[in-house]
């Protein structure tokens, strides 16, 4: 059973471009959620998916946006890029549950770069 | 809204030596706790995690943390540290009754030297 998988695994754009992220969910899991990751700093929470639909959102502008795919994979976007949009973006998946709690499973992430 | 501090931003340990990491938490209302481990170039891996019931809490490779709700804080600690423990650490939370979004610390970079 693969784990979370992304995609690409590196990447390198110029400031004002235009940047698509792939995350491909654990097997049996319906909700992703996406971390941005600067260096030295610890993960902050981007925005969650489920169902299609951005549940819920952490402090990031609207040039950060997302999708997910009825079979559960997701995208991140993020338009006019700056400079501090440097960083590692992680994608987490974890399965559906009735519980208050679902441990979420990171994948490997994707090393952007912004020149 | 919930915050998390690591108290120590880089911890150098040699080998066979005990270390804890400290992390307090500010939330007003229940929280579950976590530790997550990174090692270079690699996503994060849940190393434990404390939902409820006992207080201490313990890995499968030998590190434990305790959940002091007056002092607020999950340290986590390990009685002797191994080459391979070296890596980057970060505590995180969620709100017990949220979408299971995980705030995290800046996390403390342990280097265990022979």
């Known amino acids: 059973d693969a784990g979370v998988t992304q995609s690409p695994t590196h990447l390198i754009k110029t400031r004002g471009q235009q940047v698509t992220l792939r995350c491909s969910p654990k097997?049996?899991?319906?909700?992703v959620s996406w971390y941005q990751q600067a260096l030295g700093q610890g993960p902050q929470f981007i925005f969650q998916y489920y169902e299609e639909e951005e549940r819920q959102r952490g402090n990031f502008p609207d040039r950060f946006s997302g999708h997910q795919f009825p079979n559960y994979s997701s995208e991140l976007n993020v338009n006019a890029l700056l400079l501090g949009d440097s960083a590692l973006y992680l994608c987490?998946?974890?399965?559906?549950?009735?519980?208050?709690?679902?441990?979420?499973?990171f994948g490997p992430g994707t090393r952007l770069t912004v020149l | 809204a919930q915050s998390v501090t690591q108290l120590d931003s880089q911890v150098p340990v040699f080998e066979e030596a005990p270390v804890e990491l400290r992390c307090n938490y500010s939330s007003s209302v229940s929280v579950y706790l976590f530790w997550y481990v990174q090692y270079p170039n690699q996503g994060l891996q849940l190393l434990l995690k404390?939902?409820?019931?006992?207080?201490l809490v313990e890995s499968i490779n030998g590190f434990e943390a305790e959940f002091n709700k007056s002092q607020t804080s999950f340290h986590l600690r390990k009685p002797s540290v191994h080459i391979s423990d070296t890596a980057e650490y970060f505590c995180a939370v969620i709100s017990s009754g949220g979408y299971n979004k995980l705030i995290f610390g800046a996390g403390t970079r342990l280097a265990v030297h022979p």
């Open positions: 404390y939902l409820s019931g006992s207080t």
């Open positions: 987490a998946s974890r399965p559906p549950s009735s519980s208050s709690y679902n441990e979420q499973f």
């Open positions: 097997s049996g899991h319906d909700t």
